[in-house]
């Protein structure tokens, strides 16, 4: 049974940094995509960072590229997300996910498994 446990997340001023970890169990593949989304309330889930975990290729979406770093521990099967420089519009619930290892990362219904979401709240 897959699980991917996010933690990491929490409130934090404008121009603050958070680190978030999703940690994986129960992959049976060994090779994937990883990849983070968040959700505003009334807002459509959307794509933040995504990871191949084979190669390491990563991805970002314009709005957090310069910002956000999405990197990976293959020994502990976890993948990160840090997040500087952090705005007003970055508060949502953060996800991550995993995918089959071509999934398109931009996707979130490619994404085979979920995390249960860790809220990161922007203030003034």
């Known amino acids: 049974q897959v699980q991917l446990v996010e933690s990491g997340g929490g409130l934090v001023q404008a121009g603050g940094s958070l680190r978030l970890s999703c940690a994986a169990s129960?992959?049976?593949?060994?090779?994937?995509?990883m990849g983070w989304f968040r959700q505003a309330p009334g807002k459509e889930r959307e794509f933040v960072a995504a990871?191949?975990?084979?190669?390491?290729?990563?991805y970002y979406a314009d709005s957090v590229k310069g910002r956000f770093t999405i990197s990976k521990d293959n020994a502990k099967n976890t993948v990160y997300l840090q997040m500087n420089s952090l705005q007003l519009e970055d508060t949502a619930v953060y996800y991550c996910?995993?995918?089959?290892?071509?999934?398109?990362?931009?996707?979130?219904?490619?994404?085979?498994?979920w995390g249960q979401g860790t809220q990161v709240t922007v203030s003034s």
């Open positions: 129960g992959l049976s593949f060994s090779s994937y995509t």
């Open positions: 996910a995993v995918g089959g290892p071509r999934t398109l990362p931009v996707n979130y219904r490619l994404y085979n498994y």
């Open positions: 990871i191949r975990w084979s190669g390491g290729t990563t």
